[in-house]
């Protein structure tokens, strides 16, 4: 169970075009979900909190005009990386919290998204 | 403010060789631990997790970790490695007392290599 499916996983791109990337919950629901950025052999950085049915919070220095979130339904919140430029290239990853769960519960991790800007 | 400190970049141990991977944590009061692992190209995959309880807490794939309050710590501990142990190790915290705030606060991981 848990399971949080990420689409694409891989995306290679010209400068100037926007990307969309999905983050599912597939067996469970997500009134929460978190977009976080990694770059090569470091940790994960939060870019934001994504809130199903309201705006999402981003975190400080994450431009809100570059990196949209939709968080429409209780599965599915997307980031859209807006006129992607070569220094957004990165893995993406999102992970997603399970409503009826308690607040102890682990969050459940997609398997990211490599972005490469050309 | 919460935070997580991994004071090692990297562990190399032999394959059947104990394997332990630190980790220290601040939080105001009493916390909650995660560990997970991280495969290249992958999503982190969770390990196991401290609430509250037992100190000795297990995991998948044969892991434990020990939480030590008066030390502030989360060490992240398997008896014997395997070579498919080798990965990338995160630890992570949630302060509790943060009603409806479920943001995790990350380690810097640690590169975990067993060689055979």
């Known amino acids: 169970g848990a399971v949080v499916s990420q689409h694409p996983s891989r995306v290679i791109c010209k400068s100037g075009t926007s990307v969309k990337i999905e983050c599912r919950s597939l067996d469970f629901q997500a009134t929460t979900m978190f977009w976080y950025r990694q770059f090569p052999k470091q940790s994960l950085m939060l870019m934001a909190t994504s809130n199903e049915g309201s705006k999402a919070t981003y975190e400080q220095g994450v431009e809100k005009d570059k990196f949209l979130i939709n968080h429409a339904s209780l599965t599915l919140s997307t980031l859209t990386v807006t006129s992607a430029h070569p220094e957004d290239s990165s893995f993406y990853i999102c992970?997603?919290?399970?409503?009826?769960?308690?607040?102890?519960?682990?969050?459940?991790f997609g398997d990211g998204t490599r972005l490469s800007i050309l | 403010a919460q935070s997580v400190a991994q004071p090692e970049d990297q562990v190399n141990v032999a394959e059947g060789n104990p394997l332990t991977v630190k980790c220290t944590y601040s939080v105001s009061g009493n916390p909650y631990l995660f560990w997970y692992v991280q495969y290249p190209n992958r999503g982190l995959q969770f390990l196991l997790k401290y609430i509250t309880g037992d100190n000795l807490v297990k995991g998948s794939y044969g892991f434990e970790a020990e939480f030590n309050k008066s030390q502030t710590s989360f060490h992240l501990k398997k008896p014997s490695a395997l070579v498919s142990d080798s990965a990338l190790y995160f630890c992570a915290v949630r302060d509790p007392s943060k009603t409806n705030d479920y943001k995790l606060s990350f380690g810097a991981g640690t590169t975990v290599t067993v060689r055979a």
């Open positions: 992970s997603a919290r399970d409503r009826t769960g308690y607040s102890n519960q682990p969050q459940h």
